[in-house]
């Protein structure tokens, strides 16, 4: 291990330390829950485990911590509400269709990362891709039902596909 390692581990550590107890009640605070609050601040020091950030330099560790823990909170909140928005679609299938555990967390995490590959996009297109690529709707009718032209249906899905494409380059494997 190289000095600069050594030393990167040394001040997670020292932050670890210093601000985990803190950062896990602001979380809990926030969502109400003990145990996600837990995981969501175990998993922002796993994550600063494989950053190269000179954490010895950081002049307000809490409010930068809380910066971080703030977007995996959304994310965390995001994900609960896709479950909450599958588990509710799913008790309106009989109970033949219920999926396998194994498919049901596939589809989840299909579900989550459908998500994220959309955020940030405005609402319009992100509605307009869904109608398209989900439901299999032509543009021609999903323009008759948003009250817009073709043209701004193609435009906003032309975008959404630009936008996709950007935040799959940006996201990790």
Not at 74 to 92: G, M, Q
Not at 140 to 152: D, F
Request: contains cysteine; proline residues 4%; glycine residues 6%.
């Amino acid at each position: 291990m190289s000095v600069s390692e050594k030393r990167l581990r040394s001040d997670l550590h020292d932050l670890y330390l210093d601000h985990h107890g803190w950062l896990v009640g602001w979380l809990n605070r926030r969502i109400n829950n003990t145990h996600d609050a837990g995981d969501l601040a175990q998993d922002l020091f796993t994550r600063l485990l494989g950053r190269q950030t000179n954490l010895g330099t950081i002049a307000q560790p809490r409010a930068w911590l809380a910066t971080m823990a703030h977007g995996m909170m959304v994310d965390h909140l995001r994900r609960k509400d896709i479950e909450r928005a599958y588990a509710e679609a799913l008790a309106a299938l009989p109970a033949d269709h219920a999926p396998s555990p194994e498919t049901h967390a596939m589809l989840l995490d299909a579900l989550a990362a459908i998500d994220a590959l959309l955020k940030g996009l405005k609402p319009r297109a992100r509605t307009i891709f869904l109608l398209s690529r989900l439901d299999g709707l032509p543009y021609a009718r999903i323009a008759e039902e948003l009250g817009v032209s073709l043209s701004t249906v193609e435009k906003d899905m032309a975008r959404a596909i630009r936008h996709c494409l950007t935040r799959r380059q940006e996201m990790p494997l």
